[in-house]
Nanobody, 132 residues
């Protein structure tokens, strides 16, 4: 059974850090580009970061550059999103998703151009809340 499971969401104070995990089962995650999206209440889902299937390309939206890092552990079949210096505007449900199509998260794309429609399998999401 193909499944993606996010974990690591929590409530932290501004300036805090979290590491989100996206664990895959039933398939090899390393064959796919993986994206992290987030959706805040009343807002559309937006792409945050992506990593290519080769791990050679990583993109982050400008609002999280220098604070968020996406990475992959092939041995654990897991992709991570390391988040530091978290701010209230980072509060959202965070989703990971895989993309099998060629060119998604490629050298000529940007995280700002991430489209949910280009991603096939999705996890259930994990809540991140930044509050003092």
């Amino acid at each position: 059974q193909v499944q993606l499971v996010e974990s690591g969401g929590n409530t932290v104070q501004p300036g805090g850090s979290l590491r989100l995990s996206c664990a895959a089962s039933g398939f090899t995650l390393g064959r796919y580009a993986v994206g992290w999206f987030r959706q805040a209440p009343g807002q559309e889902r937006e792409g945050v970061s992506c990593i290519s299937d080769s791990d050679s390309i990583m993109h982050h939206v400008d609002s999280v550059k220098g604070r968020f890092t996406i990475s992959r552990d092939h041995g654990k079949n897991t992709v991570y999103l390391e988040m530091t210096n978290l701010q209230p505007e980072d509060t959202a449900i965070y989703y990971c998703a895989t993309a099998g199509a060629w060119g998604v998260c490629g050298p000529h794309t940007r995280a700002e151009d991430m489209k949910a429609s280009e991603y096939d399998y999705w996890g259930q999401g994990t809540q991140v809340t930044i509050s003092s």
